[in-house]
């Protein structure tokens, strides 16, 4: 069975940073793109950023880049979102995301409205709040 558990989530002052954490079971990680999204209330969900864990390229939304560091970590199965520099429009439940690398027309493909909503795989979110 596919899994993936978030965790890292908690309340941060704005300019803070926040680690998250995404740990997958059930598929060959190799083989997979997760990704990053997010989700405020009252507005649909956002692709963040995403990672292919076969190679470690990495796909970011222009709302983060600069700010926001994905990586992830083969022997454990995780991956990681370092976000730096947290903003007042940060802030919401950050889910991640998987699918097969194969099935993707390519990297940001994961994290795109259009896609999104096919993926293989959803964690249960964890809340981030930035405070002003």
């Known amino acids: 069975e596919v899994q993936l558990v978030e965790s890292g989530g908690g309340l941060v002052q704005a300019g803070g940073s926040l680690r998250l954490s995404c740990a997958a079971s059930g598929f060959t990680f190799d083989d997979y793109v997760i990704g990053w999204f997010r989700q405020a209330p009252g507005k649909e969900r956002e692709g963040v950023s995403c990672?292919?864990?076969?190679?470690?390229?990495?796909y970011y939304a222009d709302s983060v880049k600069g700010r926001f560091t994905i990586s992830s970590d083969n022997a454990k199965n995780t991956v990681y979102l370092q976000m730096d520099s947290l903003k007042p429009e940060d802030p919401g439940v950050y889910y991640c995301?998987?699918?097969?690398?194969?099935?993707?027309?390519?990297?940001?493909?994961?994290?795109?409205?259009?896609?999104?909503?096919?993926?293989?795989?959803w964690g249960q979110g964890t809340l981030v709040t930035v405070s002003s």
């Open positions: 990672i292919s864990s076969s190679d470690g390229s990495t």
């Open positions: 995301g998987a699918d097969y690398l194969f099935r993707l027309a390519g990297l940001g493909d994961l994290i795109s409205p259009e896609r999104y909503r096919y993926l293989e795989a």
